[in-house]
């Protein structure tokens, strides 16, 4: 079973730089690629970076990119997201998910994750 758990959320002023973790357990963690979308109340869940199955393609939504890096640690299971800069706007909830099929680059499309974790909250104070 395929399991997925978040931390290193928590609330910071803007300006601040939050590492958020995702330590992955259940099927060989390197053979997936991995994602960060967010969600806030009302809304759909946002794409925020993806890292292909061996971390040589990243991918950026253009509201994060220069200030957030996703990365991976195939020796820990674990992929990270690096979040600098950061904007009240930037408040969600930030989940890590799993693709369903090996060896990809990457996708901005939620519905191609197939495994996702609890969640994490962000908040971002002005």
């Known amino acids: 079973q395929v399991q997925l758990v978040e931390s290193g959320g928590g609330l910071v002023q803007a300006g601040g730089s939050l590492r958020l973790s995702c330590a992955a357990s259940?099927?060989?963690?390197?053979?997936?690629?991995m994602g960060w979308f967010r969600q806030t109340p009302g809304k759909e869940r946002e794409f925020v970076a993806a890292i292909s199955w061996n971390g040589g393609m990243t991918i950026y939504a253009d509201s994060v990119k220069g200030r957030f890096t996703i990365s991976r640690d195939n020796a820990k299971n674990t992929v990270y997201l690096q979040m600098n800069t950061l904007k009240p706007e930037d408040t969600a909830v930030y989940y890590c998910a799993t693709t369903f099929q090996a060896y990809g680059l990457g996708t901005r499309d939620p519905r191609r994750y197939g495994y996702w974790g609890q969640g994490t909250q962000v908040t971002v104070s002005s």
């Open positions: 259940g099927r060989t963690f390197s053979m997936y690629p």
